[in-house]
């Protein structure tokens, strides 16, 4: 991909993110990317690519998010949701839910007072749990995989971040599809998965540029970094 298609996609996503004055819109992504893949099926526009086609029963797919329950928040209930809904009508192991593991120091900033977990396998056992009583979910909580990665929580950020390479954990034989929630607070390794979708769950650039600018700059330039990096990371990805 030339530079100048980058350039076009980046304006195309900064575009959507803001709402301006301007009356006539950006290309859209449609418009600026043209896939050399074959097609499968479908007409005006609803063609499908096949490395998208996460309708396949067969594609491995992993999603990795940055929390877990019982922490009651977004980046822990609607990855272990999302991955339930892929689960359920799929062969066993076919989709992977990778979590946060916090050590018992952690795990008294983060989760509710009267639970604990001493091993990894304890916690997975109550995310399948809650998946079967409050999710209504059985089939999934049979076939889904759940696996932790090492993890320390900043409580500057409120934020999970992992303590090492994540892909390293991952076969290369399972490497087809990957689902990033909160990708910029999983770092950017390099993994040969087919298809890397990435999830953010917070809008930092729409939320400035909805308030004051200046002010928010100068409150907090590292969402602003962050969230820069972030974009040319995912341009990145699908660049190549």
């Known amino acids: 991909m030339t530079m100048h298609r980058l350039l076009l996609l980046f304006l195309a996503i900064s575009a959507s993110m803001v709402q301006s004055g301007i009356n006539e819109p950006f290309p859209s992504l449609k418009d600026l990317w043209t896939s050399s893949s074959p097609k499968l099926g479908g007409e005006d526009g609803n063609e499908i690519v096949p490395e998208s086609n996460l309708r396949n029963p067969d594609r491995r797919i992993w999603i990795i998010t940055t929390a877990c329950l019982p922490w ?53 056992a109550y995310v399948k749990k809650w998946l079967v009583e409050n999710a209504k979910m059985p089939s999934a909580a049979e076939k889904l995989d759940i696996v932790f990665y090492a993890a320390t929580y900043h409580d500057e950020y409120h934020s999970i971040f992992p303590m090492g390479d994540i892909t390293a954990l991952i076969p290369d034989e399972q490497a087809d599809v990957c689902l990033l929630e909160e990708p910029e607070h999983l770092n950017w390794y390099r993994a ?19 308030c004051d600018l200046a002010k928010k700059y ?8 962050i969230t820069i990096i972030t974009i040319i990371s995912i341009l990145f990805h699908i660049a190549v």
Do not use: C, H
């Open 192 to 210: 040969p998965f087919t298809g890397n979708v990435s999830i953010l769950f917070l809008p930092f650039i729409y939320l400035l540029f909805r």
């Open 72 to 124: 009651m928040t977004g980046t822990s209930i609607n990855p272990l949701l999302r991955a339930a809904y892929l689960a359920k009508d799929r062969a066993p192991g076919k989709i992977t839910l990778m979590v946060p593991w916090l050590q018992a120091e952690q795990q008294e900033l983060t989760y509710p007072n009267d639970i604990r977990f001493n091993t990894p396998e304890e916690q997975k």
């Open 218 to 225: 100068l409150y907090s330039p590292l969402l602003v970094i």
